[in-house]
């Protein structure tokens, strides 16, 4: 979890999906937002690819920064592929915006992504809406 002087973290996880979930394998991006998650699932790795897309989820609990493995109600397996610190975001009221996330990789390597409403329409995004994900700024 994080203490009240850092900095929020987020984390990207392959999720493996179960029969309890309702939708196929994708990755989950979790970014945090006070105490609790702003989540995405997307249908590919948005740092490996430059535009991806998927859909806004409702928030998700801190615990998912620290946690992999099975998932209760046969809802899959997640395993952790990236996470870090947020460095900064420019957010809306909706989650979504700009976030530069550095990565906990050795070198550090920050990156920075822009997370829309998929039909860019300017509506706020809720839980189940498209989204489209970009890299604005892809450091390798």
């Known amino acids: 979890m994080t203490d009240s002087g850092s900095l929020p973290r987020w984390v990207l996880l392959f999720h493996k999906a179960g029969s309890g979930l309702g939708r196929s394998d994708h990755w989950d991006l979790l970014i945090q937002n006070?105490?609790?998650?702003?989540?995405?699932?997307?249908?590919?790795n948005p740092l490996e690819q430059v535009h991806c897309t998927g859909i806004r989820l409702a928030p998700h609990r801190l615990k998912y920064l620290d946690q992999?493995?099975?998932?209760?109600?046969?809802?899959?397996t997640i395993?952790?592929?990236s996470g870090?610190?947020?460095?900064?975001s420019s957010r809306l009221p909706d989650g979504c915006g700009t976030f530069e996330l550095e990565r906990e990789t050795i070198p550090v390597t920050p990156v920075t992504i822009w997370i829309s409403a998929a039909d860019r329409s300017g509506m706020p995004v809720e839980p189940g809406d498209p989204v489209l994900v970009e890299i604005l700024d892809p450091r390798t």
């Open 68 to 76: 992999e493995g099975e998932l209760s109600r046969d809802r899959g």
């Open 34 to 44: 006070g105490n609790e998650l702003d989540a995405w699932a997307l249908d590919a």
């Open 79 to 81: 395993q952790k592929i």
């Open 84 to 88: 870090g610190q947020l460095l900064g």
